[in-house]
């Protein structure tokens, strides 16, 4: 189940309002969180004081707090006017605004000219000179990443390889936190916290960054000069399976905030339980896993109303979903009729296509021999196209109806998708996926 893409389509990223209290307490906890790896305490109280604008507190907390608002609220700007902007100075700023009036001062937005060791990190060795170029290799990535893979297996190399450069003295693991986000919020999804308040929050993040380093490490026997292609060839030799689920796992959580910030009517776990005829407990485990949109409010978990079916976790709220959504995953042919989504695979959709009435497959036959399908369950249009027959003929209301896998290419669905009577229904095919508008459908 995408758990991603269902999220994305109702955040509206627009629309958030930097001044909301609720989005300023997201970046108390993302500075809370991202300091505390830095072995730097900050407590509640302190950055409850700084969202009121009381600036008493130690430096490290004040600067990560005001740059992460700064660059966040520009990056939502910039998402608005779908800009991408990313450059070394993007980067050089970011650190010099984190390392603002502290010891360190001397040395913000710099890049380093000397040997480097990183904490926690033995796979690695990063490169002692042209960091100004490995940097430049770094941007280059950035966007061939973000072109190639998915939004959290490409931020888990991203960031892996910035960690590895680890441009500057200090202050790298906090730049690199912000600059994940900022890239984010630029791509249209929420700013992430990446835990790190336990020891086994912060080991994890280790270990999955340790386990990329592997790659990124082999890079760096090269020279900044490889061209993204060769990059992604090399990082890939590290394994960042662990990254990617941390990623994934905290872009739910953070999707999950931003959504329930507009939202003022929720069932508790005990109501929603009733509602679907589930055990309570059964509702908190589909909660952390991701497969219901939530927020925790005083130790409680609160589901919105408004999108308890969205990422159809049960049979009662499929079936409320087709009463009450747009589209559904089903295998029911009664359901078919109702409702349809399409699945994009490159250069071809994978459909199952439900045809309310038998007799106007006859009216196919520019690209579907029905007897020979009938016959046999499968039949092949120009030797590319493979059409298998489903389910059997019903005896109901739908006696005429079949339910077909159809593999047809996406101009040769748009030629049909309007003549004739049929829904387009469950698609569920290999990783990759990207969703479009087929018919009445409308995602």
Not at 86 to 101: G, N
Not at 382 to 408: C, M
Not at 435 to 440: E, P
């Amino acid at each position: 189940m995408d758990l991603i893409l269902p999220r994305k389509n109702i955040l509206k990223l627009e629309k958030v309002d930097i001044t909301n209290k609720e989005w300023l307490y997201l970046i108390k906890n993302d500075t809370r969180h991202s300091l505390k790896i830095e072995g730097i305490v900050a407590s509640e109280k302190d950055l409850k004081s700084i969202i009121k604008g009381n600036y008493d507190q130690d430096d490290e907390i004040i600067n990560y707090f005001s740059t992460a608002k700064h660059w966040y609220s520009y990056a939502i700007e910039l998402y608005k006017d779908n800009e991408f902007d990313l450059r070394k100075a993007t980067i050089r700023q970011i650190h010099k605004q984190l390392l603002s009036e502290s010891s360190n001062e001397k040395i913000s937005g710099g890049f380093r000219n000397n040997k480097v060791d990183i904490y926690n990190a033995p796979n690695i060795n990063p490169p002692e000179n042209d960091i100004e170029f490995w940097v430049e290799n770094w941007i280059n990535y950035v966007t061939y990443s973000l072109e190639k893979y998915n939004i959290y297996q490409a931020m888990a190399r991203i960031h892996n390889y910035f960690e590895g450069i680890h441009p500057f003295n200090d202050g790298n693991g906090r730049t690199g936190r912000i600059v994940m986000n900022y890239i984010l919020l630029m791509k249209g999804y929420p700013n992430i916290v990446i835990k790190g308040l336990k020891e086994s929050d912060r080991k994890e993040y280790y270990k999955a960054l340790e386990k990329g380093d592997i790659g990124v490490n082999q890079v760096f026997k090269t020279t900044p000069n490889k061209s993204p292609q060769e990059i992604d060839k090399i990082i890939n030799k590290g394994n960042f399976e662990y990254l990617e689920q941390l990623i994934k796992r905290d872009l739910i959580e953070a999707f999950d905030n931003y959504i329930c910030m507009e939202e003022q009517d929720y069932y508790t776990t005990e109501e929603l339980a009733k509602i679907l005829n589930k055990k309570q407990d059964t509702i908190s485990k589909d909660i952390r896993m991701g497969r219901l949109i939530a927020k925790k409010q005083q130790g409680k978990w609160l589901i919105p109303k408004k999108y308890i079916n969205v990422l159809n976790n049960s049979k009662s709220a499929m079936e409320e979903k087709i009463q009450k959504e747009i589209f559904c995953y089903t295998a029911k042919i009664n359901d078919a009729f109702n409702y349809g989504v399409g699945i994009c695979l490159d250069e071809a959709m994978d459909l199952m296509i439900a045809v309310e009435n038998q007799k106007l497959l006859k009216e196919l036959k520019d690209f579907l021999d029905i007897q020979e399908l009938l016959k046999n369950k499968e039949t092949y249009y120009n030797k590319n196209v493979k059409i298998r027959y489903i389910t059997s003929r019903r005896q109901n209301h739908n006696e005429n109806s079949l339910l077909l896998a159809i593999k047809i290419s996406p101009e040769l669905f748009k030629k049909i998708k309007n003549k004739y009577n049929y829904k387009i229904i469950v698609i569920q095919e290999n990783n990759e996926k990207k969703w479009i508008n087929l018919g009445a459908s409308k995602l």
